[in-house]
């Protein structure tokens, strides 16, 4: 568990790189058979519609896993991630065309914890809106 | 119709074993996107210090929730599946998945409470390998919206 960030290089404030994730009604159905969730309301649009959504819409656990790339990334080390937690406010909608939907992340030190462990808060706006809250991240930092 | 608050506390028999395997690993980090080489190549896993290549952090979801089917489909406790959404989802992981793990999940019914005719039920999965080590907990709330007024 070797994060290649020093505990002493980050301040509360310090910012990770932002990331967008674009993703697709392709991306959806890879995403379906990866996790075995084949809920249809996630790949039919008549379903989807038919229970009050506007669309079809990503699997909540598909933001939060583009989510915490930001913090990986950032970490070098996945493992170096010791607490993730999300509330789904709202959901990605995905429109059946050229573009589907993009989910932009942004990401920032909230505390230094003991241990070389930091608290990460992150935020995932997809459409202007937030699609993430309360959207926290533990890291033990190198 | 609110849920049994005796279910509280209610835990259910422990999972059979899921076995992680390097190619689910694999189209999991693909299906996501991420090309980081510690899901896919044992060599830079190891340079991180892991025996094999890890999971990404959500992957164990898919595990926690099938396990978390058994209270879902509890016919005593009657949750209406089809009107339910996921509200919150946390882990707190004592080291990563890796390949070659086989998991165990052992569910427990924390909360059941009832607001404004939403039925909310908050499921913990601790997960043990096979040598009884803790590896992560995974805390599920689940949202069953009421029924719309006819």
Redesign the interface.
């Known amino acids: 568990m070797t994060a290649q960030i020093h505990y002493a290089d980050v301040e509360v404030g310090t910012e990770l790189p932002a990331a967008s994730f674009p993703v697709t009604r392709a991306t959806l159905v890879r995403y379906a058979g990866a996790s075995g969730d084949f809920n249809p309301i996630h790949w039919n649009e008549k379903f989807a519609k038919e229970v009050g959504l506007p669309d079809v819409i990503a699997h909540g656990m598909f933001t939060m896993a583009e989510a915490i790339r930001v913090v990986t990334d950032w970490a070098g080390d996945p493992g170096a991630v010791v607490e993730y937690g999300v509330r789904f406010t709202k959901p990605v909608v995905v429109p059946n065309d050229d573009q589907g939907a993009l989910i932009e992340v942004t990401a920032k030190v909230a505390a230094k914890l003991e241990d070389n462990r930091v608290r990460v808060d992150l935020t995932a706006l997809s459409a202007g809106q937030k699609v993430l809250g309360m959207s926290r991240a533990v890291v033990r930092l190198a | 119709m609110a849920l049994d608050q005796t279910f509280v506390g209610r835990t259910y028999p422990p999972t059979e074993p899921y076995e992680v395997g390097r190619e689910?690993i694999r189209?999991?980090a693909?299906?996501?996107?991420?090309e980081?080489p510690?899901?896919t190549d044992p060599e830079a896993a190891k340079a991180?210090?892991?025996q094999d290549v890890?999971a990404?952090?959500?992957f164990v979801?898919?595990i926690t929730?099938?396990a978390a089917g058994q209270v879902i489909e509890d016919p005593q406790l009657g949750l209406d599946y089809s009107r339910v959404?996921?509200?919150?989802?946390?882990?707190?992981?004592v080291?990563?998945v890796r390949a070659g793990d086989r998991l165990t999940v052992t569910s427990t019914i924390e909360a059941v409470k009832s607001l404004a005719g939403n039925d909310i039920i908050d499921i913990r999965g601790e997960v043990h390998d096979e040598s009884g080590e803790h590896v992560v907990t995974a805390?599920t709330k689940l949202v069953s919206r009421a029924p719309?007024e006819a």
């Not at chain 2, 693909?30 to 991420?34: F, L, M, S, W």
């Not at chain 2, 959404?85 to 992981?93: L, N, R, S």
């Open positions: 689910k189209e999991f693909v299906a996501v996107g991420d980081n510690v899901y991180f210090g892991h890890i990404p952090p959500t979801f898919a929730f099938a959404v996921h509200g919150d989802q946390k882990f707190a992981y080291r990563p805390w719309e």
